[in-house]
Structure formats: C-alpha cells, structure tokens
C-alpha cells in the first residue's frame, strides 16, 4: 500500500460517523506485522484511529497468522456466508484483485458482501511493478475500469493516488541502493521476485499511483 493511498482510505473513515461504518470488514487483511512494522502508516493512518474511535474491525485472510482474526477465502461459499453473517457495513479490499487470476468473480463475491447502504472500498495499483503474492496478473485499472468490475454497486467516490518515485526513494533511504542493485544482478531463488526487482527500475523517474474508489449499494426504499 502507498502512503498516499492510506491517507485517501483514513480520509474516507474520518468523514463518516460510527453509526455510518458500522464494523470494517478488511479482506486480504495480511499480518499484523505487515500492518504495524513493515508498513506501520496503514495502522497508523486508518487502523489505529478507528481504534480510538471504537469502531469494530474485523481482519480476514486466507491464511491464518497473527492479526488475523477469521481465516476465510471468499470464493469458498462456506466463508463467504460466514463473513456474511457478521453484517458489515463497510468492507475494505486493498491491494488484491491484481494477485488473483480472475478479477470478476472475486468482485462480484465482494459485492455480495456489501449490504443495503453499506460501501466497498477498494484499492488496486494503477501504475506499479510487477509484484507477485504469489501471482500478479498486471491488472492497473483506471477508476472507470475498476468500477465496472462492481456492476451491481453505485460509485461514490473515486481518486488515483500518487506515491514516489525509486529516485525519491533512494534519496529518502540511501541504504535501499545496494539492496536494490544486490537484487538485481544476483537472481533470487523465486523467478518472480528477480523479476519484480528489475521491474522496479522503471519506476525510477515514474511515480507509483494507485486506484482507490469507494461503491456503495442502495439502501432499499
């Protein structure tokens, strides 16, 4: 996740009152130690404030570790009803329709989530290296493109992101630019990682940009 795509997901958060968000249900959670040490502005740009306001969040992933709270993958029927039934009103997707081979029927499982008056937040990159996890199908949407995907739900809000660039972030980290070049000319063990640390040097002068929107299904009248 971008900086700059954590502060677009906090600015949503603060402009709806508790009553409004019901409980966030985050999918694709990841650990907690993803969310606090190796990327510690998502906790403390969306997660942690939530906390102080006593808003409930629940961290789904299909893995089990520490920070996750339900192990679940929604394309099982079995988890998507169990998510179902903790009747959230703001589901939170961030980061993972571009690791699935099929965007579609993991958008449309999603949607179903989403009951009336409640809202979808979704976060994919626009313009970024080649990252697996473990796949990375290259999928970079434009807002247009990705709301389609959720057909079913009404956009309401909808932003490309900016983030650096890896000049700035070698000049922000020096000690980045011999792990980068290390990654780079020495193969690592998975294909796909070697790939992504070369593709990352085409972003030195291109800023990473991310696609965030926010969809919302009609209450019923």
């Avoid at 290259?138 to 890896?166: A, H, M, N, W």
């Amino acid at each position: 996740m971008l900086v700059s795509e954590a502060k677009w997901l906090s600015a949503y958060f603060a402009q709806r009152d508790n009553d409004a968000l019901g409980t966030v249900l985050n999918i694709g959670s990841s650990t907690a130690d993803v969310r606090t040490r190796i990327q510690p502005f998502v906790d403390e740009q969306i997660f942690r404030p939530l906390a102080r306001r006593g808003v409930p969040v629940v961290h789904t992933d299909i893995k089990a570790a520490a920070g996750v709270d339900i192990v679940a993958d929604i394309m099982n029927d079995d988890d998507l009803e169990r998510l179902r039934r903790l009747k959230a009103k703001t589901i939170l997707c961030s980061n993972m329709l571009e690791h699935v081979p099929s965007p579609l029927p993991m958008a449309e499982r999603l949607a179903t989530l989403v009951p009336p008056g409640g809202v979808l937040l979704v976060t994919v990159p626009n313009s970024y290296p080649y990252h697996p996890d473990p796949i990375d199908t290259l999928l970079r949407p434009d807002i247009e493109q990705l709301s389609s995907l959720f057909r079913q739900l009404k956009l309401l809000d909808g932003r490309i992101v900016e983030g650096p660039t890896v000049a700035q972030e070698l000049v922000n980290d020096p000690l980045l630019l011999p792990r980068r070049v290390v990654r780079t000319i020495i193969p690592f063990p998975k294909f796909g990682f070697w790939l992504s640390a070369l593709d990352r040097w085409r972003w030195l002068f291109r800023h990473y940009k991310a696609t965030c929107i926010a969809l919302w299904r009609p209450a019923i009248s």
